[in-house]
């Protein structure tokens, strides 16, 4: 089993549609979750950390649910320019802090 | 302008000839890292490094050799490049360490033939 196991999509979506992503992670010990955006052949950059209480910025909503060991990505009201690959990011610590990176779900939003 | 800088951005070359990846950042980052990502596999880090003469494997590293010298500069080396190390390769940094938000540089693809 992967550490960090997304559904690779593609999910296409009309413009001002929701759309939810999840991600499970197989370490009960996992610290800390992340989700990064990578647009096509670019570089990923952070798009928002995923906090245990849940946390929004502006039109995206990440939760984690420790129990079932997932978190999700909720984005409302999609743009255009939100089309991009969203990874699920993974920190474990103990001897050596080590992020681990999900393979991505690819987003297209359609006008 | 804050940024990771790589060079070169795309390299086709011949197994067993060496190349270096050159990566440089200008936030006075402790922490550094080199990935590689493939379809299907995801980012995988390679090597990475605490600090200045800091360095230490990830989770790929055969094949691959590091250095730091500066705190500023991270270069990947291939001693001997063969096919299967034919990616996109990522630099990153990150204030202190995998905590952090990562800094990506704009990536190298490199085709080993």
């Known amino acids: 089993r992967k550490e960090v196991e997304q559904d690779p999509g593609p999910f296409n979506v009309p413009e001002g549609a929701t759309v939810a992503f999840n991600c499970t992670y197989s370490?009960?010990?996992?610290?800390?979750f992340f989700w990064y955006r990578q647009d096509c052949r670019k570089e990923p950059k952070l798009l928002m950390s995923v906090y245990s209480s849940g946390n929004e910025d502006g039109r995206f909503t990440a939760q984690l649910n420790r129990a079932s060991q997932y978190i999700s990505l909720l984005i409302r009201d999609s743009k255009l320019s939100d089309s991009a690959t969203y990874l699920c990011v993974v920190l474990n610590t103990g001897t050596a802090s080590k992020l681990t990176f999900g393979t991505g779900t690819r987003l297209q939003v359609t006008l | 302008e804050a940024q990771v800088t790589q060079n070169p951005r795309y390299l086709i070359t011949v197994t067993g000839k060496k190349l270096t990846v050159t990566c440089s950042q200008n936030?006075?980052?402790?922490?550094m890292s080199w990935y590689r990502q493939d379809p299907g596999l995801g980012l995988r880090q390679i090597y990475y490094s605490m600090n200045v003469e800091v360095t230490d494997k990830g989770d790929v590293p055969e094949g691959y050799k590091v250095s730091r010298k500066e705190k500023r500069n991270f270069p990947l080396i291939l001693e001997s490049p063969s096919p299967n190390q034919t990616s996109l390769y990522f630099c990153?940094?990150?204030?202190?360490?995998?905590?952090?938000?990562?800094?990506f540089g704009p990536g190298t693809r490199l085709t080993v033939l």
């Open positions: 370490n009960s010990a996992s610290q800390s």
């Open positions: 990153a940094s990150s204030p202190r360490g995998s905590y952090n938000e990562q800094f």
């Open positions: 936030m006075n980052h402790e922490y």
